[in-house]
């Protein structure tokens, strides 16, 4: 069976070293090339939609962008693209209309990786967004995503995901970092709609949300599948399923409000369990509050492996929604202190 992820396990693996907490971005050293106050303006028209629209940057190490306008652009206005890039920073800009705003691409993909190293965006503000904020992808490490604010356009018709990692990406910190209808309203509504928040893949690790919003995406909210994942005062409000969970984490302070089917098919859900591994996580005071006629499940286990889960000191609020509804292997849910002394009002205890 496995091991239950309990609060005594986290903080020794805390204390344990630096591959428990993920690394501060370093101070940038060197010379460094600045584009400041500038604005790139691509071919994409008002209501256009896929890649075509043009780059603006062809990101290099050693470069610092600031107070600069992006606007009308295609499949990356920043592309990453080297064998390697470090030392990136982008700050203070805004953004909008366009695909994709930040592409991690190989000039010769997949044959040559292109990772990217000690780099931190943050004060972005990003509205008609099709596709992506980002895609970080490869060995790309020791990031810092922070005040960040992307809006999608919801017209897009396959995987659109405000934040997404991939590949081996590892050590990424999101601080106060926020993504809002991220929507596959294109697909046919029998059809399953994608469409997240914050995404991370079994690759990934030492990936950490802090204080980050996902609102009104089509599928979920945060949909993290990399192992010994860490969100803390999380708030995922109005998507399908607000927090999608396939591997294991530490969820402390987290917050699950309404969740909603925007379109097509799938369960509704504020934490959803998946996948094959055995789900194990660990609730630190979750919040959950659901309006009268919310009948989403509170936890909403669709595992092919037992999931182990522990609850500490839960504060749940949803009068006409069940607590737990399980389609496929029974879980494991351990509550401290008991379930009948914890903060909880639900319909009924399973569906």
């Not at 904020?133 to 992307?150: H, K, W």
């Not at 109005?238 to 097509?264: A, D």
């Amino acid at each position: 069976m496995t091991a239950l992820l309990t609060r005594r396990r986290f903080m020794k693996a805390t204390a344990a070293g630096p591959a428990a907490v993920p690394s501060m971005i370093r101070a940038q050293t060197g010379s460094q090339t600045l584009i400041d106050g500038r604005t790139f303006r691509g071919t994409r028209l008002p209501d256009g939609s896929g890649v075509d629209g043009g780059t603006a940057i062809w990101a290099e190490s050693d470069t610092l962008i600031r107070n600069c306008h992006f606007l009308n652009l295609g499949n990356g206005a920043i592309r990453l693209f080297h064998s390697a890039t470090a030392n990136f920073t982008i700050e203070d800009c805004d953004v909008s209309n366009m695909y994709r705003f930040i592409e991690n691409w190989s000039w010769d993909h997949p044959s040559v990786a292109a990772p990217v190293s000690d780099f931190a965006i943050r004060r972005v503000v990003a509205t008609g967004l099709e596709r992506n904020f980002l895609r970080i992808r490869y060995g790309s490490t020791r990031g810092v995503i922070e005040d960040v604010v992307a809006h999608g356009n919801g017209q897009c018709s396959n995987y659109c995901v405000g934040f997404a990692l991939d590949d081996e990406a590892n050590d990424i910190v999101y601080r106060r970092v926020e993504a809002h209808d991220f929507s596959e309203t294109r697909r046919a509504a029998d059809r399953y709609w994608n469409g997240d928040g914050f995404s991370d893949e079994r690759g990934n690790r030492q990936i950490r949300y802090y204080s980050c919003v996902a609102t009104g995406c089509s599928d979920g909210g945060f949909d993290v599948k990399s192992a010994g994942v860490y969100l803390e005062d999380c708030r995922a409000s109005g998507n399908k399923r607000n927090y999608r969970l396939w591997n294991s984490g530490i969820l402390k302070n987290c917050r699950s409000e309404n969740p909603v089917k925007n379109g097509g098919t799938g369960e509704v859900a504020h934490f959803a369990f998946f996948g094959g591994s055995g789900a194990n996580y660990m609730f630190d005071r979750p919040v959950v509050r659901a309006a009268a006629g919310n009948t989403a499940p509170i936890f909403f286990f669709q595992t092919d492996t037992p999931a182990t889960i522990s609850i500490y000191d839960a504060d749940i609020d949803a009068p006409d929604a069940p607590l737990i509804q399980v389609d496929g292997p029974a879980p494991t849910i351990q509550w401290f202190p008991d379930r009948s002394q914890q903060k909880i009002r639900v319909a009924r205890d399973m569906a």
